[in-house]
């Protein structure tokens, strides 16, 4: 469902960016799900809950901060390399598009790129796998470009800026408290995307003090809640 707050005009937006992981593609169960099972090994036992909360929407760099400062846990060299190679692997066999995606990708009338705190070799081989490739080409903003990732605003700016959008007339679709504090910081509409597999039955509530303009779970919703967006 989406929830109904006062709006500037849709028509106002000259620009939506779109997070990746979580929103375009449902990647975020299967790479929480791999995390998980990669730090036990390590002797770290974290849940799915945790890896949310902490993880989603940062870039590696702070979740091996995260892990240091939590656990008191350096992992060692290679660690990264291992991870992200099976997590591909798991890519390959389970990663899928969001239902609902590619119909509004078809019709939205006004330019669309990616913002993400992915490194630009997964999510290319991931919108190659989810079968998005076409639908972006090149116009994406990755970590790699930016000092800072989420939830400082660097990354939409870039990719406003790449774009020549104004960040006020830029509508932010996150799926992570990073991702929204980040749009909201770089002055940006935001809207939260809750259609992921790996928010189902997580309360968010007491975290979204900086709360979206809208939420929804469903992408058949934004004709509806944008009709000036298509």
């Not at 470009?145 to 007339?169: S, T």
Request: hydrophobic share 50%; charged share 25%; with cysteine.
């Amino acid at each position: 469902m989406a929830e109904e707050t006062a709006l500037p005009p849709a028509g106002s937006f000259e620009l939506v960016i779109f997070d990746f992981d979580g929103v375009l593609v449902d990647s975020e169960v299967i790479s929480a799900r791999m995390l998980v099972a990669e730090l036990a090994l390590h002797g770290i036992t974290v849940d799915l809950a945790y890896i949310a909360r902490h993880f989603l929407g940062r870039s590696y760099p702070v979740v091996l901060a995260q892990i240091r400062a939590e656990f008191g846990i350096d992992l060692p060299e290679g660690f990264e390399a291992a991870y992200r190679a099976r997590l591909l692997s798991a890519f390959e066999a389970e990663l899928r598009v969001m239902p609902g995606v590619v119909p509004v990708l078809e019709r939205l009338r006004v330019p669309f790129c990616i913002a993400t705190s992915s490194s630009e070799p997964r999510l290319k081989r991931s919108m190659e796998i989810a079968g998005l490739t076409d639908h972006f080409g090149a116009r994406y903003t990755t970590a790699s470009e930016v000092a800072r990732g989420k939830p400082a605003p660097d990354l939409f700016l870039r990719a406003a800026e790449k774009a020549g959008v104004d960040p006020a007339a830029c509508l932010v679709i996150e799926d992570s408290l990073p991702g929204i504090r980040a749009a909201r910081a770089a002055g940006m509409e935001v809207w939260h995307f809750r259609g992921g597999s790996h928010l189902d039955g997580l309360d968010l509530t007491a975290e979204l003090r900086l709360a979206p303009k809208r939420i929804f779970a469903d992408f058949s919703w934004m004709p509806h809640i944008a009709p000036d967006l298509f």
